[in-house]
């Protein structure tokens, strides 16, 4: 069963685990820090396939079917399977999995999609209504250019604090015998609105919301930064992540020592020209289904907080101009 | 905790229950045979605010607050909201509900989306996730039309096949306490593809995956459509309705005695012109917490299944040729 406690921490009594993980990324960010931990790699937008679209789909794909090669379970033997993207109705996930089978449910929650379907994943393996699930998320440079800024054929001038969007998808199988990490508690997100505008700085649009998520899980659980190895954000990036830890800091806590952001360390901000750093579904599922699980499963890492942010624009409420509002779900995650 | 059974089928031990429940529409919707049932009206578009897309949002806003009302529970002992819609990156929900401080996680099954979210909500309230979650989707005619289809504008001309989308919102609210209502059990749908390309006929592309959650869920549980008070569909219309009478009469069911179709039942399609139906994300939600719950208060329905199904199309894949991959999601309700 799950124990909710304080304001509404959600305790996994069982402490659902990670089975298998994979990853597979495209050619930029096999070239970046992390590169030789993926799983895969493919070496050109398209990946062989005809549209940029079908190549984040099976960016998804592969990543499942790695996953669940790594943890030993069959697709048929998966209950479920929790997913998303940032594609216009989650699209990529649709053509992504709809070979395997498994029971689908969707879900959106921008670049947090990740922390969400595992907190998902785990809420079904605790509660019985899943023996196996599968969480899986995506995005793609090309796609996502297309969708949200400009085709890339405009050569368009980035502004510095834009993020660059990853291309990659990563891939978890969780169970209740799971050997490599488990999942301890999660926090859903509210929705957090400061009311910036400006789609070219999510960093910014984000940070309160990983702020006000973090900020409620340490009160429910009594525990504060220093308890955990480490404190990884999803893709705040370089703005992101300094507007986060003086935010925190107002608060009293200090996490510059123990805080990475993925969309920081997916690739190499001084030569691969990524402005504030990564972003997308994709850059935190590849980058926790590649270095942080494996970190963990090399017992490297023992006591972590994964928090996926997510800006829930979309171009319409944009050009409207509306602001952006945010979220971001949290998930302890131990060895 | 939830029990599996059969391929999959959850059995909810302590039947999480609908404690409230609300619809708003707009005018159309109002002028047909429901339209004594639904708890607010909107009579213009916009319903008093600057575009479709916030008036949109504001039927989800009001469909939330007057569920919460009806039950009795305050926002803010709300755990979660469950909620999605068609907009691009499931923006009429983001808008709609970031007001209410409720912990909140996207759902998208487009068309199935509200039985997707009382999916989620029971899972959470039967294994302790929440005390009280919430469910909500809406849809927007003119949203809808100007993001899949034409400007209104453009005045073009719907084909015989096409379905209405409504304007409307249903939301409900579950406990372990509610009184109207509980979910028994319920099937999560798998992605179906019988490689149906037209998007002006999506009753035709969503009926076998109807069939395919139905016969799953009929065989796990050892019932045939006759056990159950009425056997409701999403929005399959007039034309996938039929559809799936005859796919399911292959395998020997017949429910045209106790089907009806939340498509079929919100507009007059003699007098009201919307072709095949009506369809969205708010159509069988406002049917759902209209008609169908109301009928279940006053016992007149006892034992019913609501089956919503959703058509994963994006207008990139469909201008790309690709195929309407679609699912459907079941819930088992007794009064």
Known sequence: MIKRIGEGTLVFE??????????????????????????????????????????????????VICALEKSGVRAADCDC???????????????GLSGFGIPYLGQYGACSTMAQSLLMAAVFVESGAAKNAVAVT??????????????????????????????????CVINNGGKIAKIASAAVGKITDLKITDANNMGAAMAPAACDTLLRFLKDTG???????????????????????????????????????????????????????GSGCGCCASVLCSKILGDMERGKL???????????????????????PSIAHLLNIIR
């Not at 960010?29 to 679209?53: H, N, W």
């Not at 793609?140 to 949200?148: G, I």
């Not at 400009?150 to 990563?170: C, H, I, N």
């Not at 608060?251 to 990524?274: A, P």
């Open 14 to 63: 069982n402490k659902p685990a990670v089975a298998g993980y994979a990853s597979v990324v495209g050619k930029k960010e096999a070239d970046g820090p992390l590169g030789k931990l993926f799983d895969k790699v493919i070496y050109d937008s398209r990946g062989g396939v005809e549209t940029y679209e079908d190549a984040e789909s099976a960016l998804q794909r592969e990543a």
């Open 81 to 95: 399977v929790f997913a998303g993207d940032l594609l216009n109705q989650c699209a990529a996930s649709v053509f």
């Open 138 to 171: 995506s995005s793609h440079f090309c796609s996502a250019e297309r969708q949200y800024r400009f085709p890339l054929e405009y050569g368009s001038v980035r502004t510095p604090t834009a993020q660059w969007t990853v291309t990659g998808a990563g891939g």
């Open 223 to 277: 525990t504060k930064p220093q308890d955990y190895d480490c404190i990884f954000t999803g893709d705040l990036g370089l703005v992101g992540s300094r507007i986060l830890c003086d935010l925190l800091a107002q608060s009293g806590y200090d996490i510059r020592k123990n805080h990475n952001d993925c969309g920081l360390m997916i690739f190499d901000r001084e030569t691969q020209d990524v402005h504030a750093g």
């Open 302 to 324: 023992k006591n972590i907080l994964f928090i996926a942010t997510g800006a829930l624009l979309s171009t319409t409420t944009a050009q409207q101009g509306k602001t952006i």
